[in-house]
């Protein structure tokens, strides 16, 4: 098959189902729409850039060995992202209290969706700069996957292995502690 004549317009899905049936080199283009997304979500839970690299890398490796458990009625997004979040979350554990490298809020802003009633838009960018670490990362990993990464509900249900509606409580819940650790430190 020419690599090259495909990936403009064939979804992430259609690309996986060519890769199951052996068309191995079709993963480059799941590589190439992934990478820079898997590694700004990386840096939520690692501060060294040479950490998140290598993670990344053993996350695409996994995902290839595993492609041909990959349901492709399903969205090829989630399931990386579970694969993903899987990774960071035991090089965490591993690493046990390593700061988190959190972002420039000035960087990311406008790259988030449209402004959401009661959402994080609410929220000054100082706080979030300074206090998404200090949530509970049952609250803290919805609000990345969700105002960072611009994932659906559904997408975030399906990476953290919770309800699609325990989403949006842990969503409403975070960002009001969000509020409250903020208010705390004025």
């Given at each position: 098959?020419?690599?090259n004549?495909?990936?403009?317009s064939e979804?992430?899905?259609e690309?996986?189902?060519q890769?199951q049936l052996?068309e191995?080199?079709l993963?480059g283009?799941?590589i190439?729409?992934?990478e820079?997304k ?5 840096g939520?839970?690692?501060?060294r850039?040479e ?6 890398q053993?996350?695409?490796i996994k995902?290839?060995?595993?492609i ?13 992202y579970?694969?993903?979040h899987?990774?960071f979350?035991?090089?965490l ?10 972002f420039?809020?000035d960087?990311i802003?406008?790259h988030?969706?449209a402004?959401e009633?009661n959402g994080i838009h609410?929220?000054?960018k100082e706080?979030?700069?300074k206090d998404l ?5 049952k ?15 559904k997408?975030?249900?399906?990476i ?9 409580i ?13 208010e705390?430190?004025?």
């Amino acid at each position: 098959m020419d690599v090259n004549s495909w990936g403009q317009s064939e979804s992430d899905e259609e690309i996986a189902k060519q890769v199951q049936l052996n068309e191995i080199e079709l993963f480059g283009i799941l590589i190439n729409r992934y990478e820079k997304k898997i590694k700004r979500y990386g840096g939520k839970f690692l501060s060294r850039e040479e950490d998140i690299e290598d993670i990344v890398q053993k996350i695409f490796i996994k995902a290839y060995r595993n492609i041909q458990s990959f349901d492709i009625k399903r969205k090829f997004s989630s399931w990386l992202y579970r694969i993903a979040h899987n990774e960071f979350v035991n090089e965490l554990k591993k690493k046990k209290r390593e700061p988190l490298n959190f972002f420039d809020p000035d960087i990311i802003f406008p790259h988030l969706p449209a402004r959401e009633e009661n959402g994080i838009h609410d929220i000054d960018k100082e706080m979030i700069n300074k206090d998404l670490s200090k949530l509970p990362s049952k609250y803290r990993e919805p609000i990345i996957l969700r105002y960072f990464q611009e994932l659906e509900y559904k997408e975030i249900s399906d990476i953290l292995n919770i309800p699609t509606s325990t989403v949006g409580i842990r969503l409403k819940r975070g960002i009001k502690k969000l509020k409250e650790i903020y208010e705390r430190n004025k």
